[in-house]
C-alpha cells in the first residue's frame, strides 16, 4: 500500500511539473513546420517566398526593416512571372556592314543575393554611325521599374555612382531574353563606360555591364 501512495505522489508531482513546463517542451510535439510570413503579401505570394533559397529570404526580411514599402515592392516583382522577350522581338535585327564597337558581360551586384544578373551586351554601329545595344542570354531579377541606362561609371553599384548624367534607352522590354536598344545620336562610348538596368522607382543598381572597346 505505501508503494502505491508513493508511486501516486511521484506521478502527481510529474504531472504538476510537466504542467507548469509546458511552454518548454510544447514544441517538440508540434512536428508541423511553421514558415514565418513576409508582410504585405498574398497568400500565392508567400508560398512563393519560402520557396526562395535562404539567403534571398534573409535579405527581404532586413531590407523590410528599414524600407518596408520598397522590400514589399521589390520582393512582388521579384516573385512575378518572368518578362520574356517577344519572340518576334528577339531577333538581330538585318544589318548591313555593321561593326561591333564595345562590348560587355552582365554581373550579379557584388554581395547581394536579391540583384542578379547575366548575360552579354553588344554594341553595334552601322555604316551611317547609327549605334544600337544587343542583349543576349539576358536574364535579370525582376523589379518594379527597371530602365537600360548608360552610365559614366563601367560598374556602379549605387545611385551615387549612377550619378544624374545617364543616357536613360527606355524601359526594360523584358526581365529575360534578347532584345535590342537604340542609342541616341553622338553618344561617345569613350565617355560611357557602363551599361546598367536601373530601377528608377527606387534608384537602385540591378546590374551592370563594363564596355570594353573593340577598336
Do not use: C
Amino acid at each position: 500500500m505505501n508503494q502505491l501512495r508513493v508511486l501516486a505522489v511521484v506521478i502527481g508531482a510529474v504531472l504538476v511539473v510537466a504542467v507548469f513546463t509546458f511552454p518548454l517542451w510544447r514544441p517538440f510535439l508540434n512536428t508541423e513546420v511553421v514558415s514565418q510570413g513576409f508582410p504585405g503579401l498574398n497568400p500565392e505570394e508567400q508560398a512563393l517566398f519560402i520557396q526562395l533559397p535562404p539567403d534571398q529570404q534573409s535579405a527581404y526580411r532586413d531590407l523590410v526593416v528599414t524600407a518596408q514599402p520598397a522590400a514589399i515592392e521589390l520582393l512582388q516583382a521579384a516573385l512575378a512571372p518572368d518578362r520574356v522577350v517577344p519572340e518576334n522581338e528577339q531577333a538581330l535585327p538585318p544589318l548591313t556592314d555593321p561593326a561591333i564597337i564595345a562590348s560587355g558581360v552582365f554581373t550579379a551586384m557584388e554581395n547581394d543575393a536579391l540583384r542578379l544578373g547575366q548575360g552579354t551586351v553588344t554594341v553595334y554601329e552601322l555604316p551611317n554611325r547609327s549605334q544600337f545595344l544587343r542583349f543576349e542570354e539576358f536574364r535579370v531579377t525582376n523589379g518594379p521599374q527597371l530602365h537600360v541606362i548608360l552610365t559614366r561609371l563601367g560598374e556602379p553599384q549605387t545611385a551615387e555612382d549612377v550619378g544624374q548624367d545617364y543616357i536613360d534607352l527606355g524601359e526594360l522590354k523584358g526581365n529575360v531574353g534578347n532584345q535590342n536598344y537604340e542609342v541616341p545620336n553622338g553618344v561617345n562610348f569613350l565617355e560611357y563606360r557602363g551599361v546598367v538596368i536601373f530601377d528608377l522607382r527606387y534608384n537602385i543598381v540591378f546590374t551592370t555591364a563594363r564596355l570594353q572597346l573593340r577598336r
